[in-house]
């Protein structure tokens, strides 16, 4: 493991640096043989030795040769990996990246989302999960409010396991949340298991937490955070690394999801009463002819199936997990692209810095994909060095993104289309609505103005703040013309016909307060006496009559009406200003009321919220 330049964890207190005590003219290889020759010595003096056993009486020879062949094959056994971790504990000290950050260490927080993907390289249970505990603190230090865990190797079908894990987590921070699995049908004594994967949810996320859930075959858990507009589902995956079923033990993750995936069609094969050899060979042929499913591939295929299913009910996406495989190269990313989610560390972190995320690998295998609308959001991305925060063999990955922008972000929500002027399913409006935008359309040369503006873009020496203003104006200039043939077209009242005046005004007004009345007495109530009500009604209908006869009066003498009206105000006028004449003052007030009634809005037509509305918006029916 790389700490510094040389190898201090996993060997003795004797185990010697990579470069001490070395001629600087050797090869790298006689280096690398010289070192590990030197370790497995001082390990055979410190620890492979056999322990002396006392002599309590005579013992079977049989059992005492049969003691030294299980001490000696112990013995290479442990020279074989030793010199194997040695190997690979020497190659990694010659990156320099391995003790670095990559793309800078993050900073504060300031506002942003923090999520971290380590693979643990397994959960220790001892002292009552010891390590895990620390583990969590200090990612909580570090401000890391999602921690996604693959290959946990935690048996989550063990009660204890499970229970004593969810309330450490939910003692350890308030809201905190644990999602936690691993592949069913293993033995329930025993606390850990190949595989397996989890993720935590701390600090602020956790109080968006909105639920949880888990793949039946433990390769991924997801959990789901609401915010006021928008929910994300961030999911935690774990994929396995062989790529056979062939020379692994029966323990394995591999092996435990290929029988549970294939599991009726290795039932059709085991199945038989007698064992001969014409036996063994027909199952090996039902073996060939059958198309067993391969658990790498599949966890990508039933992953996606998923995420289509998340995209279609409009949730945001984000992947963090172990794939176990290059994250840069095409066959990995087609699939990810189809869904519509975008790879991170492609985007902030170059294939050409030769960064990598397992010790004793040469490529980046744990990766981050997120949903096309998350990318302008996300502020930093970036590999820690080795051994930090979580004591593991994998690097971790942390990623700071603007979530409370997106998922807070205000909603615009339009009206339904009756509280619209205009309304398209009339041909008689709408032909007038096209005649004015064109007849507009052609005055204010729109068409000749954009194709300069393309024109000056097209130069080198271009004045983007001119070409800026010049859209601007034409953008104001198109929005006027849609309001402008809106107006022209749009259901006036039925009142608007006539000349306005007091008398006019006074009789519309009385008019709706009788209609009120007749409405409020016409509707049956326990307490109201059945007589009066039918008297009050009455009244209330003769009253409506006279003044509907009034209104029919004013609206055919409105002309005349309105001039006795125009000349009180005139008279008015003259009397506070005496230089002004009668013709002068006409001319005014008709030039106000002409103003005016161009400078009226558009009923409000969007909205932002119920009290908020946004004005001089044309919003086109769906007919158009």
């Not at 003795?12 to 690398?32: H, L, Y």
């Not at 006028?573 to 001319?587: M, T």
Request: proline share 3%.
């Amino acid at each position: 493991m790389p700490i510094g330049n040389g190898w201090r964890s996993g060997g003795g207190r004797g185990a010697p640096d990579v470069k001490d005590g070395r001629e600087e003219n050797t090869s790298r290889f006689q280096k690398m043989v010289h070192y590990v020759q030197n370790v497995t010595s001082v390990r055979e003096k410190l620890f492979l030795k056999p322990p002396k056993m006392k002599k309590k009486g005579k013992r079977n020879p049989y059992m005492k040769k049969q003691q030294k062949n299980c001490v000696h094959k112990a013995n290479e056994e442990r020279k074989q990996k030793d010199f194997e971790t040695c190997v690979d504990t020497y190659f990694a000290s010659d990156l320099k990246s391995d003790s670095e950050w990559v793309n800078g260490k993050y900073g504060k927080k300031l506002h942003r989302t923090r999520f971290w993907v380590q693979n643990p390289n397994g959960i220790s249970a001892k002292d009552d999960f010891r390590v895990f505990r620390g583990d969590v603190e200090e990612a909580k230090d570090n401000y890391i409010d999602f921690l996604a865990l693959p290959e946990t190797k935690l048996n989550t079908n063990n009660k204890f396991v499970y229970e004593r894990l969810t309330t450490l987590v939910a003692n350890h921070s308030q809201h905190s949340n644990l999602c936690i699995t691993n592949t069913k049908g293993y033995p329930i004594d025993e606390c850990t298991q190949p595989g397996g994967v989890g993720c935590i949810a701390m600090g602020k996320l956790a109080g968006r937490y909105a639920g949880k859930g888990c793949d039946p075959l433990g390769r991924y858990t997801w959990m789901k955070f609401k915010g006021t507009t928008r929910t994300i589902k961030i999911y935690s995956v774990y994929r396995v690394f062989q790529s056979s079923h062939t020379s692994l033990g029966d323990t394995t993750a591999y092996v435990q999801q290929y029988q549970l995936l294939n599991k009726e069609a290795l039932k059709e094969c085991t199945v038989c009463e007698e064992d001969n050899e014409e036996t063994r060979e027909l199952k090996k042929k039902k073996r060939k002819k059958m198309k067993l499913l391969n658990p790498r591939h599949e966890v990508i295929k039933d992953l996606m199936e998923d995420i289509k299913k998340d995209i279609k009910n409009k949730n945001l996406i984000m992947v963090l997990g172990d794939f176990n495989e290059n994250v840069y190269s095409e066959e990995l990313n087609e699939s990810f692209t189809e869904v519509g989610l975008s790879n991170v560390i492609r985007e902030f972190i170059k294939e050409e810095q030769g960064v990598r995320s397992y010790n004793r690998g040469t490529k980046v295998i744990d990766g981050i994909w997120v949903s096309c609308s998350l990318m302008p959001h996300v502020d930093k991305v970036g590999m820690a060095p080795f051994r930090n925060i979580i004591n593991s063999d994998h690097r971790g990955i942390f990623m700071d993104v603007d979530l409370k922008h997106i998922l807070d972000a205000p909603n615009m929500e339009f009206t339904n289309i009756q509280f619209r002027r205009l309304q398209s399913s009339k041909p008689k409006r709408k032909e007038t609505y096209c005649n004015k935008v064109n007849f507009y359309w052609k005055y204010h040369r729109i068409h000749e103005r954009l194709g300069s503006i393309k024109k000056e873009l097209e130069t080198e020496t271009a004045d983007t703040s001119s070409i800026e203003m010049m859209l601007n104006g034409l953008d104001t200039q198109i929005s006027e013309i849609l309001r402008s043939a809106e107006k022209c077209c749009t259901n006036v009242g039925k009142h608007a016909i006539y000349e306005w005046s007091i008398e006019l005004s006074k009789a519309i007004t009385s008019e709706r307060n009788i209609k009120k009345r007749i409405s409020e007495l016409k509707r049956c109530t326990l307490t109201t006496n059945v007589g009066e009500r039918k008297k009050l009604l009455r009244n209330e209908v003769e009253k409506y009559k006279k003044v509907r006869a009034d209104l029919k009066l004013i609206k055919k003498n409105a002309k005349k009406h309105r001039d006795e009206h125009l000349d009180t105000l005139i008279l008015e006028n003259i009397e506070k200003n005496p230089s002004s004449n009668y013709a002068g003052e006409l001319k005014r007030l008709k030039h106000i009321e002409e103003h005016r009634r161009d400078a009226v809005l558009i009923k409000k037509s969007a909205f932002e919220s119920k009290k908020v509305g946004i004005s001089k918006v044309l919003i086109p029916a769906p007919t158009e």
